[in-house]
């Protein structure tokens, strides 16, 4: 086992040091090699002789050697090992690398996202992602140790669940003992967190998975989230505040992470809206932005129900909440309902809501008034809740909750651009999982055990073309479509379309160790299988026959239009054709070409772009 870690090197001076790691740089002054060795912990410098030579950058290195103090004048301040380096007696290269699809050296944050995903396990070997996994299992330690010193207990809840109301859209999956039947995942432990409550835990938490079906935005994580679930019983809602924001405190000092202001500041929703325009806020000065200040606030008072566009009522945070005290008689008597508060609370840190919670209706009275209000029928409500009234019904006790957000407030306390900076493995924008190709396509047999058939008639009866209009008229980008007579080669495409040969996008499909995939060149390049193979990591790589290609596009070969997207496909286009303002394709026809501008193109196709040709 490595039981030397690089930063301890330092403590090492003049003894024999066994170190394992990767090679993060190497430089030669004639006869000397120097290697920065990197782990975990950081790089220390070492010095071979000519042998290590063939040594290259990531490779897995084993290295024995004496660590010696360097001459003060060639001490590399920079470093933490930068005052000793170790002179090699012997190495090994436990694993020679191949050539990296992506450059793990600096910081990564002009990389495209595609491909920083998909090899995510080169991408965290950069320092800065290392750090804020590092920091994220520190944060979620120190929560934990706070909470236990409360008495909490951490129970986990099922993933496999029923749908809960969160205000998004549900993940479903399939039940093969039920056919026709689904499982929701959990947007949130809501109704399961309660219901600990009237089993008596009284405190509870859990750092829990949610998985909400949003559309991606920017500032909220598609697909799944980390949360701080917290539920405890004989509170009010001052209660639960107090005990969270002394948790932040606390967390926070610990590492070392400046707050603007305690006791967080409260506002109310009214009082924030005419301060600062909206119910989420930033406080902090441009020199607190600077140096990384947290700035919190907690929100309070906000109107309990909002209307719908159809112009009847929906809550504005969360069912299960109760009224404000003194606008339970509303509730009950479902009157003045636009002037019903809510106990909520929401948790705002540096422009964003890291956070909300609220004391709940712990009457099955006044769970039934929301739902009513709502507009569901009595049978509604007992179809979708009734084991909520009915738990209700069983001496449940006071209670109230909270969840703040893990990966928002770690994405606010490293100053990160993205959620996904501060996640191990994050689902990219346009919703596929880092490294395994999900949401991937099932086969028919398993569909068939599922009682499930995909791919609905109308869908089924679209052509390519008007799956390709329709993205591009959904995107809104300008192209100019055009009629010619039928061309079977880029070199005629070309001519016909008056347009340089290089502006022509070359859409073909291969099977990449057995996948179909669309990998699109221009019109004067070819692909180098090699490259794509090494850069990829692919070990097989061959072209679709003439019935595959029409099996996978729908379309004849020749007439396949650049876009991956629209069939289901991965999508990789060589770069040469980003050096073009405009790109032309045939658009699913060997008679009809659309010509758009190159940006449209890459906005709304989401190529993984590479340098693959010849
Ligand atoms: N269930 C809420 C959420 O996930 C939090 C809570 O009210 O405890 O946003």
């Not at 809206?273 to 906000?302: L, S």
């Not at 407030?409 to 596929?432: D, H």
Request: charged share 30%; glycine share 8%; aromatic share 8%.
């Amino acid at each position: 086992m490595k039981t030397l870690y690089v930063e301890n090197v330092i403590k090492k001076i003049g003894q024999d040091v066994e170190l394992y790691g990767w090679v993060d740089s190497k430089r030669i002054h004639k006869k000397v090699v120097f290697i920065d060795l990197r782990d975990r912990t950081g790089l220390v410098q070492v010095v071979g002789d000519e042998k290590m030579k063939t040594v290259n950058s990531e490779d897995v290195l084993y290295v024995r050697g004496v660590v010696i103090k360097r001459p003060e004048n060639l001490v590399n301040p920079k470093l933490k090992t930068g005052a000793v380096e170790v002179e090699v007696k012997e190495f090994k290269v436990l694993n020679a690398t191949k050539p990296l699809p992506l450059p793990v050296g600096d910081d990564g944050y002009k990389i495209d996202e595609e491909v920083r995903l998909r090899y995510r396990y080169l991408d965290l070997r950069r320092p800065r992602l290392y750090k804020n996994l590092a920091l994220r299992s520190k944060f979620i330690d120190l929560i934990r140790q706070y909470l236990f010193r409360q008495g909490f207990l951490e129970i986990e809840t099922p993933i496999l669940s029923e749908t809960t109301p969160e205000g998004a859209r549900d993940f479903i999956v399939p039940s093969r003992l039920q056919p026709g039947n689904f499982y929701a995942l959990p947007q949130s432990p809501q109704q399961y967190k309660q219901l600990l409550m009237v089993a008596g835990v009284e405190k509870y938490f859990q750092i829990a998975r949610c998985f909400r079906d949003e559309d991606p935005r920017a500032d909220r994580a598609y697909g799944e989230f980390t949360q701080l679930d917290v539920e405890m019983s004989f509170v009010n809602r001052e209660d639960v505040m107090a005990l969270i924001e002394t948790m932040i405190i606390e967390v926070y000092e610990k590492l070392g992470i400046p707050i603007k202001q305690t006791p967080f500041p409260v506002i109310t929703y009214q009082e924030a809206i005419k301060k600062y325009g909206a119910d989420k806020f930033d406080m902090r000065t441009p020199e607190e932005k600077k140096k990384n200040v947290q700035a919190f606030a907690w929100v309070v008072d906000f109107p309990f129900f909002e209307k719908t566009e159809e112009g009847g009522w929906t809550f504005t945070h969360n069912p299960f909440s109760a009224p404000k005290p003194e606008h339970m008689e509303n509730l009950l008597g479902k009157k003045n309902i636009p002037d019903i508060l809510t106990t909520q609370y929401d948790l705002v840190c540096n422009g964003y809501e890291v956070g909300g919670g609220s004391i709940r209706n712990h009457r099955p009275e006044g769970l039934q008034a929301v739902f009513e209000i709502m507009g569901l029928s009595k049978e509604e409500i007992n179809l979708k809740f009734g084991h909520m009234v009915e738990a209700l019904g069983f001496g449940a006790p006071p209670h109230g909750g909270i969840a703040p957000g893990i990966d928002r407030l770690l994405t606010c306390i490293t100053g990160e651009p993205s959620l996904r900076e501060v996640i191990a493995y994050p689902i990219t924008s346009g919703g596929r999982t880092a490294v395994m190709k999900a949401p991937s396509t099932v086969k028919e047999d398993k569909l068939k055990e599922l009682g499930i058939s995909v791919g609905g008639q109308s869908e089924d009866k679209k052509t390519t073309f008007d799956k390709l209009k329709e993205l591009l008229d959904k995107k809104a980008v300008d192209y100019e479509l055009s009629k010619h007579p039928p061309v079977f080669t880029s070199v005629d495409a070309a001519k016909i379309r008056g347009v340089e040969l290089k502006t022509g996008a070359k859409a073909i499909i291969m099977y990449s160790d057995d996948k179909p995939v669309m990998i699109v060149v221009a019109g004067d390049k070819k692909i180098d299988t090699k490259k794509f193979k090494e850069i990829y990591g692919v070990r097989d790589l061959r072209m679709a026959t003439k019935e595959e290609v029409k099996k996978v596009t729908g379309v004849e070969v020749g007439a396949v239009p650049p876009f991956g997207n629209i069939l289901g496909i991965s999508l990789y286009m060589d770069m040469s054709l980003k050096e073009n303002q405009e790109i032309n394709f045939n658009a699913g026809s060997h008679t009809h070409s659309i010509s758009m501008k190159y940006e449209d193109y890459e906005k709304v196709a989401k190529p993984i772009i590479g340098n693959f040709s010849l």
